[in-house]
């Protein structure tokens, strides 16, 4: 039957019926080792190895012919089924492993280093020399189409290989060839989960690259692989892209920019964060020094309000002295009517823990409203109490108070109030706050120290 294998189909038929019926058979195997050794006709052992390569796992005799026979062997079309049989069955194996290294140093073809390199990367993880062997080959590469292949190759054998890892971050870094690239960024977002280098080549592709789509895709990529110990560096690299200029001039990779580190603003605690964008211990080039101005950018003011209510709790924390007062912060975007809050402003206060009316006494308009706040909130409520209007800017329904609404609010005697506009309003008589103050949380404990006293 093996002798008789003259067609590629053939072929396939048989190599498919040892599978099935010989696996583990160690006479089978004992049989096909002796004929492949005896045999000097190409096709019977181009066969008797693919065979060997599915049914011979583990078996030290099939491995030692095998590897003794790519030794002696010269005909790549007999040397390529070989190795390829030798990296299924031979994982480990020291002897396997020094043979497939010898013939990646003696070989000058190219196609016969490259399956070498191959098999040996299966059954040694990590190996040096078929590392650099991929590396020569793709290096060495004048198409496309053989890049390409290569890629291929090395995508299978990157995951938890830092060195060839490190090679396709490089490369992001060094290569022009859009089609290239592209694979690249998918390869690096696959395999490449946590890795610094990758992080770092894929964060410095993004604030460079004109391409939209593959902005997109390098995004996408990032977000699979960033860890939060990385992000502090990764924030350093990409703040320079979130400035007004770059939202203006560019602003697909001010909105990839902006997603990355919006990604990292949620890995992060608001601390943390802070540090990040204001005191980074690293700027992305070590050797160049970071001219990113710290002050508000459009990313700033969206993350300051999209989180204000655990900012403000945070530094209320960490305030020296301490504060004993309980800050609420309301979102007024998500209400239905601004020009009459009262009994979605009543429903934040309750929420947060303040006394509650029955149904049937419920402040249904912005007097009742006053009323509830200067009777039962001050004379009940265990914790003083500030509210602080504001409106999520990642809300597209957001709204504004009309200056009637907040001159009502800004009359209560109890509790104080402030709001957050994107812009100061003269006719406006409640104390407020600029969202594109860069000190904006600074300026809000200040006011509340102001009320301790």
């Known amino acids: 039957m093996l002798e008789g294998s003259n067609s590629h189909e053939r072929q396939q038929s048989t190599v498919h019926l040892f599978k099935k019926i010989a696996t583990g058979n160690p006479d089978v195997i004992a049989s096909l080792v002796k004929l ?94 078929a590392n650099a062997t991929f590396v020569q080959l793709f290096n060495d590469s004048r198409d496309e189409e053989s890049r390409e292949s290569i890629l291929w190759d090395l995508r299978r054998i990157a ?32 395999v490449a989960s946590g890795n610094a280098d990758a992080i770092i080549a894929l964060a410095q592709f993004i604030n460079e690259s004109k391409n939209i789509y593959h902005l997109v895709d390098a995004t996408y990529s990032l977000e699979k692989i960033l860890t939060p110990e990385h992000c502090t560096r990764t924030i350093a690299s990409l703040k320079r892209s979130l400035s007004n200029e770059v939202h203006h001039n560019n602003f697909p990779r001010f909105d990839a920019c902006y997603e990355i580190v919006w990604t990292c603003a949620e890995m992060l605690s608001y601390s943390d964060f802070y540090q990040a964008w204001h005191y980074p211990a690293l700027t992305y080039h070590p050797e160049v020094e970071d001219t990113t101005p710290a002050g508000s950018t459009l990313f700033t003011q969206h993350c300051n309000l999209t989180l204000l209510p655990q900012i403000i709790n945070q530094a209320i924390h960490s305030c020296k002295p301490s504060l004993n007062r309980q800050v609420i912060c309301i979102d007024s975007s998500r209400f239905s009517d601004l020009s009459n809050p009262a009994g979605q402003i009543y429903m934040e206060l309750e929420n947060a823990g303040c006394p509650e009316r029955d149904f049937n006494n419920l402040p249904e308009d912005i007097g009742k409203l006053q009323t509830y706040c200067a009777k039962d909130l001050r004379k009940q409520h265990s914790n003083l109490v500030a509210l602080i209007l504001y409106e999520d800017p990642t809300n597209a329904s957001r709204q504004a108070f009309n200056t009637a609404v907040l001159n009502q609010l800004a009359r209560f005697s109890y509790p104080p109030m402030a709001i957050i506009l994107p812009e100061r309003r003269n006719d406006c008589h409640l104390q407020q706050f600029l969202a594109t103050d860069p000190n904006l949380v600074t300026v809000v404990l200040q006011w509340l120290q102001r009320l301790e006293h």
């Open 36 to 129: 492949i050794n005896d045999s000097t006709e190409q096709n019977t052992l181009h066969v008797t190895a693919r065979v060997l390569g599915e049914i011979a796992v583990g078996n030290l005799d099939a491995i030692a012919s095998l590897v003794k026979l790519i030794h002696d062997s010269t005909d790549q079309d007999t040397l390529c089924p070989m190795v390829q049989s030798l990296g299924k069955i031979a994982i480990g194996n020291a002897d396997a492993i020094a043979g497939l290294t010898k013939l990646i140093n003696k070989s000058t073809n190219p196609d016969i280093r490259r399956v070498a390199a191959s098999a040996l990367a299966v059954i040694d993880p990590g190996n040096a020399s």
């Open 159 to 190: 995951p938890g290989n830092a060195s060839i890892i490190s090679f396709l971050a490089q490369l992001l870094k060094d290569f022009q060839d859009e089609k290239i690239c592209r694979s690249i960024i998918f390869d690096l977002g696959t």
